[in-house]
């Protein structure tokens, strides 16, 4: 499922167009300002962001230049959604980092629209023939080659080890973190959610219940 974060400080925006964005079958999740949004896009990794320029703790264009430096939202579509319809905001706006600008008010049929036209356009996940590179920490896909983290590389070599099997949760933190390290679920979700940003989709998929396996 594709992944949007939609960035606005008032409340009823974020609620209106994620109700409408989930109809439409995105993945959505909310952030009130640039500094909020940072911090869940690093954690979600989604493909589009909508983002407002108007906003405290930290603007959009701030928001938008500071997100263009992380390295996993590299390929991340921002599009701005915003009241300003001043020329020179729109140049500065496309300057941080954005790849498309509209300007309130939008119909949400139109919204809607001009999203689904975007996200068609994003290449699909393919199923993943990982190959690995244990002394350089490279996995090689159809999609390239990718030098990954310490942990992230350790998760995909353990996952490797065995395709036909699902590692569950409590083996993947034994085998990679430790039994004597504490690590909450949240960190191996992170870490899942960019190697499937990197390598594909459908690359490591989750058996609910059970744990994940890699598809080879």
């Known amino acids: 499922m594709q992944r949007i974060l939609i960035v606005d400080d008032e409340d009823d925006i974020r609620e209106f167009i994620g109700y409408n964005l989930r109809r439409e079958g995105y993945d959505i999740s ?3 300002n640039g500094k909020e949004a940072i911090e869940i896009a690093c954690t979600t990794l989604p493909h589009l962001i909508l983002l407002d320029m108007m906003m405290p703790v930290m603007d959009g264009r ?4 500071a997100i263009r430096q992380i390295p996993e939202l590299a390929d991340t579509i921002i599009i701005f959604l915003s009241a300003v319809q001043e020329e020179q905001c729109q140049i500065d706006s496309y300057t941080a980092g954005a790849d498309d600008y509209i300007t309130k008010p939008v119909s ?14 994003l290449k699909p996940a393919t199923t993943s023939q990982c190959k690995i590179d244990t002394e350089r920490r490279v996995v090689t896909t159809p999609q390239g080659e990718f030098t990954l983290p310490k942990k992230e590389f350790e998760i995909v070599e353990l996952l490797l080890s065995n395709p036909d099997k ?8 034994s085998r990679i973190w430790g039994g004597e390290v504490v690590v909450g679920d949240r960190t191996l979700d992170v870490h899942i959610r960019r190697l499937r940003r990197k390598l594909g989709d459908n690359t490591i998929t989750t058996h609910k219940g059970i744990g994940f396996k890699i598809e080879v």
């Open 108 to 121: 949400m049929r139109v919204l809607c629209s001009r999203i689904n036209a975007i996200m068609k356009r």
């Open 166 to 173: 699902v590692f569950t949760r409590e083996e993947i933190f």
């Open 62 to 65: 701030q928001a938008c230049e």
């Open 30 to 32: 909310t952030a009130s």
